[in-house]
């Protein structure tokens, strides 16, 4: 058997096409937590959003690095993202 007669058998009978009702993100237990980075020098806050929505198996520093690093839009204004979901829906929609 070769190579491309394998893989069509282990995809016959998939359905590659998602129903368009299906929201992956509907399997994942979200969460809202605050991300905020601290200046080891002095201890004062280098970075805070309050209010970001991440898997709840995602880590503090995973969080963290979401928000400083991939949200769009300025802080503490409605254009700001503040969600793993719009950063995802932004990506996937380019």
Same mark, same amino acid.
């Given at each position: ?16 096409? @998602?129903? !368009?009702?299906?929201?992956? $993100?509907?399997? +994942? ?8 980075? %601290? *200046? ?14 991440? @898997?709840? !198996?995602?880590?503090?520093? $995973?969080?963290? +690095? ?8 300025? %802080? *503490? ?18």
């Amino acid at each position: 058997m070769t190579l491309a007669s394998e893989q069509n058998n282990l995809l016959a009978g998939t359905d590659l096409q @998602p129903d !368009a009702a299906d929201d992956p $993100a509907d399997g +994942i237990v979200w969460e809202r937590r605050d991300a905020r980075l %601290l *200046d080891h020098s002095d201890g004062s806050v280098a970075f805070e959003q309050r209010g970001v929505e991440v @898997p709840s !198996a995602w880590s503090q520093n $995973a969080t963290n +690095i979401l928000a400083q690093k991939y949200f769009r839009g300025a %802080l *503490d204004t409605p254009s700001r993202e503040w969600s793993l979901r719009q950063v995802v829906d932004r990506i996937v929609g380019t």
